[in-house]
């Protein structure tokens, strides 16, 4: 069984910075994409960036040239530096991993850290 666990988020000031990261463990089969997604009530779960299996990333333009992506493969994580933080930042973020193995897609969800940010 596949696990992802998330960092604690946390409450910053327009302007700072937060760093989550997401582990993967349990028998991890194939080499995952991992992504973060972010959602505040009411809306739909939205894209904020992804790392591939061979390490390109790519971002939301909401969050472009403030938000990092980045991961460990030795340690399984996956790591969202956010600088520039802004009130619209706030939501719960999640961490997804898939891949696709046998003829079939596998995803996998995070709990969700809450990021709380203050005008």
């Known amino acids: 069984q596949v696990q992802l666990v998330e960092s604690e988020g946390g409450s910053v000031q327009a302007g700072g910075s937060l760093t989550l990261s997401c582990t993967v463990s349990?028998?991890?089969?194939?080499?995952?994409?991992m992504h973060w997604y972010r959602q505040v009530p009411g809306k739909e779960r939205e894209f904020v960036s992804t790392?591939?299996?061979?390490?390109?990333?790519s971002y939301a333009d909401s969050v472009k040239g403030r938000f990092t992506i980045s991961q460990d493969s030795a340690k399984n994580t996956v790591y969202l530096q956010m600088n520039g933080l802004k009130p619209e930042d706030t939501a719960m973020y999640y961490c997804?991993?898939?891949?696709?193995?046998?003829?079939?897609?596998?995803?996998?969800w995070g709990q969700g850290t809450q990021v709380t940010v203050s005008s």
């Open positions: 997804k991993a898939d891949c696709w193995f046998d003829t079939k897609e596998h995803i996998y």
């Open positions: 349990g028998y991890t089969f194939c080499d995952f994409d």
């Open positions: 790392i591939d299996a061979d390490g390109e990333s």
